[in-house]
């Protein structure tokens, strides 16, 4: 899968990955302790959706274009009040010409006394992000290779905080390393939440992900999915899920609201839907849910 990010801003796999993203954020925000935010793939920050590679595919406008236009429960739209606030900053006039990738969307929701870490390996992506958070104290930008990366930036300093972890997936074995990485994380930093991304295309890969972020018998890890289409057709991306490790107990009532009303918004066609399945053994003690 090639998901360079430019021609995919604001599509229906950003906002799952951002509004939980900012979810996690504001719960973290509750205690006066300062937290860091850790952003391996860090991409370029924001993105113009008016640039040639957005105009593209168009896919923003059957993610974030849909769901600006839907009307939400008062739980959903709640749930999506952090995230979607930062986009209708972003674009004040009301047309949507810009879009937050996680860098600046966590910028934006942090505090004075929090710090954000931004990863980027690709030269180009890396000097774009140095330009967005130029003088800024509060974040710092890093060049590593993203499996590096999370060994050198973990733990943090502050012993609170999240790290995300959202590879391209342009080269094979990409879920085995999300596994190899989070094994060594929770060693270094056991306390943190991880939000772990991957795409839903064929499903039998993802079904051997989950039971290996299982097998690590982690006390707290949930997995969300969410698919607009049927998953006949395993070249196309017809799903995205997010497996939360040390979630905030806020979390699932959030997404219990947000998922159902988010998947009849985004659904291309027949086969849309949500999924939640507990992987943590804490949960694993009592009953497995799933949705």
Same mark, same amino acid.
């Given at each position: 899968?090639?998901?360079?990010?430019?021609?995919?801003?604001?599509?229906?796999?950003?906002?799952?990955?951002?509004?939980?993203?900012?979810?996690?954020?504001?719960?973290?925000?509750?205690?006066?302790?300062?937290? %860091?935010?850790?952003?391996?793939? +860090?991409?370029?920050? #924001?993105?113009? /959706? *008016?640039?040639?590679? =957005?105009? @593209?595919?168009?896919?923003?406008?059957?993610?974030?274009?849909?769901?600006?236009?839907?009307?939400?429960?008062?739980?959903?739209?709640?749930?999506?009040?952090?995230?979607?606030?930062?986009?209708?900053?972003?674009?004040?006039?009301?047309?949507?010409?810009?879009?937050?990738?996680?860098?600046?969307?966590?910028?934006?929701?942090?505090?004075?006394?929090?710090?954000?870490?931004?990863?980027?390996?690709?030269?180009?992506?890396?000097?774009?992000?140095? %330009?967005?958070?130029?003088?800024? +104290?509060?974040?710092? #930008?890093?060049? /590593? *290779?993203?499996?590096? =990366?999370? @060994?050198?930036?973990?733990?943090?300093?502050?012993?609170?905080?999240?790290?995300?972890?959202?590879?391209?997936?342009?080269?094979?074995?990409?879920?085995?390393?999300?596994?190899?990485?989070?094994?060594?994380?929770?060693?270094?930093?056991?306390?943190?939440?991880?939000?772990?991304?991957?795409?839903?295309?064929?499903?039998?890969?993802?079904?051997?992900?989950?039971?290996?972020?299982?097998?690590?018998?982690?006390?707290?890890?949930?997995?969300?999915?969410?698919?607009?289409?049927?998953?006949?057709?395993?070249?196309?991306?017809?799903?995205?899920?997010?497996?939360?490790?040390?979630?905030?107990?806020?979390?699932?009532?959030?997404?219990?609201?947000?998922?159902?009303?988010?998947?009849?918004?985004?659904?291309?066609?027949?086969?849309?839907?949500?999924?939640?399945?507990?992987?943590?053994?804490?949960?694993?003690?009592?009953?497995?849910?799933?949705?």
């Amino acid at each position: 899968m090639n998901y360079r990010h430019a021609y995919h801003a604001g599509n229906f796999a950003d906002v799952v990955k951002h509004a939980v993203l900012a979810l996690v954020i504001e719960h973290l925000k509750l205690k006066p302790a300062p937290f %860091r935010i850790v952003d391996t793939h +860090a991409g370029i920050g #924001v993105y113009d /959706l *008016n640039s040639e590679e =957005a105009q @593209k595919t168009g896919e923003w406008r059957e993610g974030i274009g849909r769901v600006m236009a839907a009307q939400f429960s008062d739980a959903a739209a709640t749930a999506l009040t952090p995230y979607l606030g930062v986009v209708r900053r972003l674009n004040p006039h009301g047309d949507i010409t810009r879009y937050p990738g996680s860098p600046l969307l966590a910028r934006e929701l942090m505090r004075t006394e929090d710090r954000l870490v931004v990863n980027e390996l690709h030269p180009e992506d890396q000097q774009m992000l140095k %330009r967005l958070f130029a003088h800024d +104290a509060q974040v710092t #930008v890093t060049a /590593l *290779n993203a499996w590096t =990366a999370v @060994k050198a930036l973990l733990p943090p300093p502050e012993r609170r905080g999240v790290v995300l972890i959202d590879p391209a997936f342009e080269q094979p074995g990409e879920l085995d390393r999300i596994v190899e990485a989070l094994k060594d994380s929770v060693r270094r930093f056991a306390g943190g939440t991880y939000l772990l991304w991957y795409p839903i295309k064929e499903l039998r890969p993802v079904a051997n992900f989950r039971r290996a972020i299982a097998s690590l018998a982690l006390p707290k890890a949930t997995a969300f999915e969410l698919t607009i289409r049927e998953t006949k057709e395993e070249q196309l991306l017809n799903g995205c899920g997010l497996i939360v490790v040390n979630a905030p107990f806020t979390l699932a009532a959030n997404l219990d609201a947000l998922l159902p009303e988010l998947a009849g918004v985004l659904a291309l066609g027949k086969g849309g839907g949500f999924r939640t399945e507990e992987l943590g053994s804490e949960s694993m003690k009592g009953t497995n849910r799933v949705r």
